[in-house]
């Protein structure tokens, strides 16, 4: 079993910036990709970025251009670099981690509430 723990999340004012940061409890052999989702109260979990075992990234259109998602496979780390933060943005931001076509892994969750 795999534990991903979260952090960086936190209270920001709009226009602000926050990196989140997720790391696996031990050594994870193989790594097909790992992402970063988001629900907010009321919404269904949504995507907010994925990156590749080779680096290629994808990101939700409401997203594009504001935050960044980047790796680091030695030591199953991933982050995500949110700039120019909006109210909208708040939600709990959960990281996951695939393993195998058929296996992944969740994080807790940590908050991150935009407001002035």
């Known amino acids: 079993q795999v534990q991903l723990v979260e952090s960086g999340g936190g209270l920001v004012q709009p226009g602000g910036s926050l990196r989140l940061s997720c790391a696996a409890s031990?050594?994870?052999?193989?790594?097909?990709?790992m992402g970063w989702y988001r629900q907010a109260p009321g919404k269904q979990r949504e995507l907010v970025a994925t990156?590749?075992?080779?680096?290629?990234?994808n990101y939700a259109d409401s997203v594009k251009g504001r935050f960044t998602i980047s790796r680091e496979n030695a030591k199953a780390l991933v982050y995500l670099q949110m700039n120019s933060l909006k109210p909208e943005d708040t939600a709990v931001y959960y990281c996951?981690?695939?393993?195998?076509?058929?296996?992944?892994?969740w994080g807790q969750g940590t908050q991150v509430t935009v407001s002035s």
């Open positions: 996951n981690f695939q393993v195998s076509p058929n296996t992944s892994y």
């Open positions: 031990r050594t994870i052999f193989t790594m097909y990709a």
């Open positions: 990156i590749s075992s080779g680096g290629i990234t």
